[in-house]
């Protein structure tokens, strides 16, 4: 029996670990390429694999532990296993189903958060959260992926918002607590309208994705212009190398909106906005945020090192690549680049693993996990 909380809460990581695996391997087949696995469901659910059981369910772990457990551990599990249930034997709708109440019990776990101080930051996430709840409801209604998509794009962009919101209020000690209160009721206000676009995309997609991808070019530029990181940027170490990770990320939601301007469905062009928007935007910010919020979950220390940085330059250096590739229609360099993006999230994962297994504990609490949970 595991009686360290610690440990108890590493465990989780291993089905959102499975989902990663399962969903670059789907990204093989994707590309056309030998792949160990060949599950036929596979191509078919590679984009929840990814969204859902991976990167949603980490976020519905670090939710779980900052609201110290308890039931919310039923996101991240929901979340995780039915995204791998997808690829069993199991009807599809079940692991659907199962992803749809792990999002669900996601937004339930901002009801206490919010009933605390009404706070923006807060309301942000929820919206978030409820987006991944519509695009997990409409995934399991057979909706087609690039319907969902958007969806799916509003949860990591609100999330990682409503966290950027908090954050900012480091950076903005000395500014006036009116201008502060402004820029929050700003933010939210944005979220609040990105929502109702992505509803209008799905009803009238004609005209409602381009109003989409404008959007995502405002919150892009909006969120990284007022993001701490354009100061840090020009600090040393961990600070610095968070910093390039967030601006990067910005980069990418805006070509990803600009790509939206003129929406595809399949082939190459729909290729980059995926890959812009979840790989540039969504996995840059985990990189990002990765030795900071890693910690805090599994109670132990990520140191940072260069190694980082080369994961870093490898992600968005392919994706780059990627990205021309797809835009030029080139099929060879695009499966050659895409090749890299696996490699660089493989190489994410072996470097945060090397770092954790060979760092020494800490003796008090992490200053991450007091963070997280509020307490710090």
């Known amino acids: 029996m595991i009686n360290n909380p610690a440990s108890r809460r590493s465990l989780?990581?291993?089905?959102?670990?499975?989902?990663?695996?399962?969903?670059?391997?789907?990204?093989?087949?994707?590309?056309?390429l030998p792949a160990p696995l060949t599950l036929e469901r596979l191509?078919?659910?590679?984009?929840?694999l990814m969204a859902i059981g991976f990167v949603g369910a980490l976020i519905a772990l670090e939710r779980a532990v900052a609201r110290g457990g308890g039931w919310a551990y039923a996101a991240p599990l929901g979340m995780a296993v039915g995204a791998l249930l997808t690829l069993s034997p199991a009807p599809l709708w079940l692991g659907a189903v199962l992803m749809l109440l792990g999002a669900t019990v996601l937004l339930v776990t901002y009801r206490p958060l919010w009933n605390r101080n009404h706070d923006?930051?807060?309301?942000?996430?929820?919206?978030?959260?409820?987006?991944?709840?519509?695009?997990?409801?409409?995934?399991?209604?057979g909706v087609a992926m690039p319907m969902v998509v958007p969806w799916l794009t509003g949860f990591f962009v609100l999330t990682?918002?409503?966290?950027?919101?908090?954050?900012?209020?480091?950076?903005?000690?000395?500014?006036?607590?009116?201008?502060?209160a402004?820029?929050?009721?700003q933010a939210l206000g944005l979220s609040m309208i990105l929502v109702m676009v992505i509803a209008l995309a799905t009803m009238a997609p004609q005209w409602g994705l381009p109003t989409f991808g404008a959007l995502l070019v405002l919150v892009a530029v909006l969120f990284g212009w007022r993001?701490?990181?354009?100061?840090?940027?020009?600090?040393?170490?961990?600070?610095?190398?968070?910093?390039?990770?967030?601006?990067?990320?910005?980069?990418?939601l805006a070509v990803a909106g600009l790509l939206w301007l003129r929406p595809a469905m399949e082939g190459f062009r729909y290729d980059a906005v995926l890959h812009a928007t979840f790989l540039g935007f969504v996995m840059s910010m985990v990189l990002a945020h990765a030795p900071v919020?890693?910690?805090?979950?599994?109670r132990r220390p990520l140191p940072y090192g260069p190694a980082f940085w080369m994961v870093l330059v490898v992600l968005h250096g392919s994706l780059l690549v990627r990205v021309g590739a797809d835009l030029l229609a080139v099929e060879r360099v695009r499966a050659v680049a895409g090749v890299l993006n696996i490699v660089a999230l493989l190489a994410l994962v072996a470097t945060a693993?090397?770092?954790?297994?060979?760092?020494?504990?800490p003796a008090t609490p992490d200053q991450a996990e007091l963070r997280l949970t509020g307490k710090a």
Do not use: N
């Not at 923006?120 to 399991?140: D, E, H, S, T």
């Not at 402004?182 to 009721?185: A, L, Q, V």
């Not at 770092?355 to 020494?360: D, E, F």
């Open 12 to 32: 989780f990581l291993l089905p959102c670990g499975a989902a990663l695996l399962l969903g670059l391997d789907a990204g093989l087949l994707l590309l056309g």
């Open 43 to 48: 191509p078919d659910v590679h984009g929840m």
């Open 120 to 141: 923006p930051a807060v309301a942000i996430q929820a919206l978030g959260a409820f987006l991944a709840v519509g695009a997990c409801a409409l995934w399991a209604r």
């Open 160 to 180: 990682i918002a409503g966290e950027r919101v908090e954050l900012a209020r480091v950076g903005q000690l000395f500014d006036a607590k009116e201008v502060r």
């Open 182 to 185: 402004r820029r929050e009721d």
């Open 227 to 252: 993001d701490v990181a354009r100061k840090t940027i020009r600090s040393t170490g961990l600070p610095r190398f968070s910093a390039a990770g967030l601006l990067a990320a910005y980069f990418w």
């Open 293 to 298: 919020i890693l910690p805090a979950v599994i």
């Open 353 to 361: 693993l090397i770092s954790v297994l060979t760092a020494k504990p």
